[in-house]
């Protein structure tokens, strides 16, 4: 699983309120990423990072900030959580020069 | 941009007998990797299998293997002697190999999934 933590894993939330995501990867690698899943859409990209402090914004970024400040770290914010932000949230990782991406066990969050 | 298509929402399979899960994509690049990952109710994303597009032979890992026709951007996986444990979500997914300056080469593009039910 390279070394990757999310937490929480569970969270519900009110509509309106900031949420916070974390990522959390014990190899240095550089490349980070977040999915969100949703029924009927697979798996879609929100934002991902290349570095400390070099974050870009995927398909689905409306609604999402991210913030990298140490390499381990990738965090994922809903300023202001609405209901069509109650998903399944993906951290993923990819080596540099690999194939295929690792990811974490996931977030289930419920915005209600 | 790329995509990925799978056409069959939910398919299932008696134990021991085979199945065979579809995806095709669209894309304009000639080099890339396609990927099925495997999502039991753990939630747990699990890589099944990848191929490259620029080996012809299809892939094969146990009891999973690939038909991988690259001009008819095709890439199905088969799974034989269907296992209780197989039951899940199917995830086909897409992956440019061009390099980018940025990390977005690495990302990949999913289809919706076909949930897997294997009946005893």
């Known amino acids: 699983d390279a070394g990757i933590t999310q937490s929480p894993r569970h969270k519900v939330t009110e509509t309106g309120t900031p949420v916070t995501l974390r990522c959390h990867q014990t190899?240095?690698?550089?490349?980070m990423y977040w999915y969100r899943q949703d029924p009927g859409h697979g798996l879609r990209l929100i934002h991902y990072?290349?570095?400390?402090?070099?974050?870009d914004k995927g398909e689905v970024s409306d609604g999402y900030s991210v913030s990298r400040s140490k390499t381990e770290d990738f965090l994922l914010t809903l300023e202001s959580a609405t209901s069509s932000q109650t998903s399944v949230y993906f951290c993923?990782?990819?080596?540099?020069?690999?194939?295929?991406?690792?990811f974490g066990q996931g977030t289930r969050l419920t915005v209600v | 941009a790329q995509t990925v298509t799978q056409s069959q929402p939910e398919m299932s399979v008696q134990e021991a007998e085979t199945v065979t899960l579809s995806c095709t994509y669209d894309?304009?690049?000639?080099?890339?990797?396609l990927f099925w990952y495997k999502q039991p109710p753990s939630r747990q994303m699990i890589l099944v299998i990848r191929?490259?597009?620029?080996?012809?032979q299809n892939a094969t890992e146990n009891r999973f293997s690939v038909n991988f026709q690259k001009a008819a951007k095709s890439f199905s996986l088969k799974i034989s002697d269907s296992q209780l444990g197989d039951a899940a979500m199917y995830f086909c997914?897409?992956?440019?190999?061009?390099?980018?300056?940025?990390?977005?080469?690495?990302?990949?593009?999913f289809g919706k999934g076909t949930l897997l039910t294997v009946n005893p």
């Open positions: 993923a990782i990819n080596k540099e020069y690999g194939t295929e991406a690792f």
């Open positions: 997914a897409y992956r440019s190999t061009r390099i980018y300056s940025g990390g977005s080469n690495y990302k990949l593009t």
């Open positions: 191929q490259e597009a620029y080996k012809q």
């Open positions: 190899e240095n690698h550089r490349y």
């Open positions: 894309t304009s690049e000639s080099d890339y990797y």
């Open positions: 990072s290349y570095g400390v402090k070099d974050t």
